[in-house]
């Protein structure tokens, strides 16, 4: 099993800055892909943005430019750093990842999510 745990959101003006931190635990062999997402007040969960184990990053249109994933592969952290923060990144920030775990039948490929920060940008 994965534990995601999601860290640093907040209320911030317009403009501004934050950075976001999920550190993984428990037992597993890899965790491969890991992204964030969001879901804002009465919509569904979109993408933000994905790195691969081997650093190669995705975004989603509406925060390219202003947002930027890292990991740190020994530590097991994604971080998402947000700037220039628009009213409309308001919304419950989600980590996930797939991970691959070692079990009695061999290696198993499974998705995990994090309980979710909020992050609220208003004047």
């Known amino acids: 099993q994965v534990q995601l745990v999601e860290s640093g959101g907040g209320l911030v003006q317009p403009g501004g800055s934050l950075r976001l931190s999920c550190a993984a635990s428990?037992?597993?062999?890899?965790?491969?892909?890991m992204g964030w997402y969001r879901q804002a007040p009465g919509k569904g969960r979109d993408l933000v943005a994905t790195?691969?184990?081997?650093?190669?990053?995705d975004y989603a249109e509406s925060v390219k430019g202003r947002f930027t994933i890292s990991r740190d592969n020994d530590e097991n952290i994604v971080y998402l750093q947000m700037d220039s923060l628009k009213p409309e990144d308001t919304a419950v920030y989600y980590c996930?990842?797939?991970?691959?775990?070692?079990?009695?039948?061999?290696?198993?490929?499974?998705?995990?999510w994090g309980k979710g920060t909020l992050v609220g940008v208003s004047s």
């Open positions: 428990g037992r597993f062999f890899s965790l491969n892909t």
């Open positions: 790195i691969t184990r081997g650093g190669s990053a």
């Open positions: 996930h990842t797939d991970a691959t775990l070692v079990t009695g039948a061999g290696f198993l490929a499974n998705n995990y």
